[in-house]
């Protein structure tokens, strides 16, 4: 991929003041700017999930609420359910996203005999924020370091509760990417990393054009605040990778990196980048699926199921991917 040119600033922008634009042209932009921020129409699947999560998850009474409230008056919120027989699984969701992004999992039954199924809300989106600002801007907290402050007492918790079944962090997408970062800062606390589809390479992590046209203030006047808060992460992606970089090599726990041949959202050459990072951890798996897109916690829940015990057995081979119909319509 190569390097898009620096955006332009914001300072920039506003010293022309452009006119506001009328109503037909608010609703092209909006609808564009949308569009391209996702850099996709909405597929049927990202639709059909959402009604399966109205139908079977949001209000599922068998899923655990918990508030988790920490000393600097930041709650991290949370979701659970399932049994701690084999593991506790952390699931780390991209941008924008929620907890629920995982729902499939939260009604695996088969899973959850075996599993702890815990999923949060990450710092700065949907309840987890700092109590004295009630309604922060989605993606406010959009550095590493400050995911991990709020991030890792949870996890310390979830350890000390279940010391006898290994902890296995989980994270897709922007998830996917923070989670390395978190289980080096939290590394004896993280026994496994499931990482599907996460950008880790800051060569690949630069925003996009649809990502700087976003950013661009005529149109992010019309934006929704998650696709704005999202934007926001994705322009830290790159500084935070950077961060990371030297820091692979003191990951010693074993590890599975998930990533779709026909991801549009994060570029597949992360998968090699990958490989290349962790060619000293001999309990590492990259696994590259033929015409998977991005969506693998909608598509590919089987799998990550299985990959969860995989990584909590310390028997990578058992994470086995199978083909999935008509996959090629989904970014």
């Given at each position: ?12 922008l ?31 699947k ?32 949370y ?11 952390v ?23 075996k ?9 700065g ?18 550095d590493?370091?400050?995911q ?10 979830l ?54 046209l ?17 934007n926001?992460e994705?322009?830290?992606l ?6 990371m ?9 074993p590890?599975l ?10 570029h ?8 290349t ?28 199921a ?6 909590a057995?310390k ?17």
């Open positions: 991929m190569n390097t898009p040119k620096p955006p332009s600033t914001v300072a920039q506003t010293a022309t003041h452009p006119p506001p634009p009328n109503h037909k042209t608010r609703q092209t932009i909006l609808t564009l700017a949308i569009l391209l921020l996702t850099a996709c129409s909405m597929p049927q990202l639709s059909d999930h959402r009604e399966f999560l109205e139908r079977e998850v949001l209000t599922n009474p068998a899923i655990a609420t918990h508030q988790f409230e920490q000393p600097d008056n930041f709650t991290l919120h979701r659970s359910r399932g049994t701690a027989t084999q593991a506790v699984a699931w780390i969701h991209g941008t924008p996203g929620s907890w629920a992004d995982i729902g499939h999992l939260f009604v695996n039954d088969e899973f959850l005999a599993v702890r199924l815990v999923s949060l809300d990450r710092p989106w949907g309840k987890s924020h700092h109590r004295t600002t009630p309604h922060p801007p989605p993606g406010s907290l959009p590493f370091a400050d991990a402050k709020h991030i890792a007492p949870l996890l310390e918790k350890a000390a509760a279940h010391p006898n079944v290994p902890l296995i962090l989980a994270g897709h997408s922007w998830g996917g990417s923070l989670a390395p970062y978190l289980a080096a800062e939290q590394s004896t606390t993280v026994d496994g990393i499931l990482i599907l589809a996460g950008g880790l390479d800051p060569a690949l992590a630069a925003p996009r054009w649809y990502n700087r976003a950013n661009l203030w005529p149109v992010r006047q019309l934006l929704p605040p998650a696709l704005i808060g999202a926001r994705i322009y830290a790159r500084p935070n990778l950077q961060k970089a030297n820091r692979w090599q003191t990951l010693q726990m590890i990196v998930i990533q779709g041949t026909k991801d549009s959202l994060v597949p050459a992360n998968a090699p980048y990958a490989r990072r962790l060619k000293n951890n001999p309990n590492t798996q990259i696994l590259e699926l033929p015409n998977q897109g991005h969506l693998l916690q909608i598509e590919q829940t089987p799998l990550i299985q990959c969860i015990l995989a990584l057995q028997n990578l081979p058992k994470c086995t991917p199978t083909p999935i119909d008509n996959p090629t319509n989904i970014p």
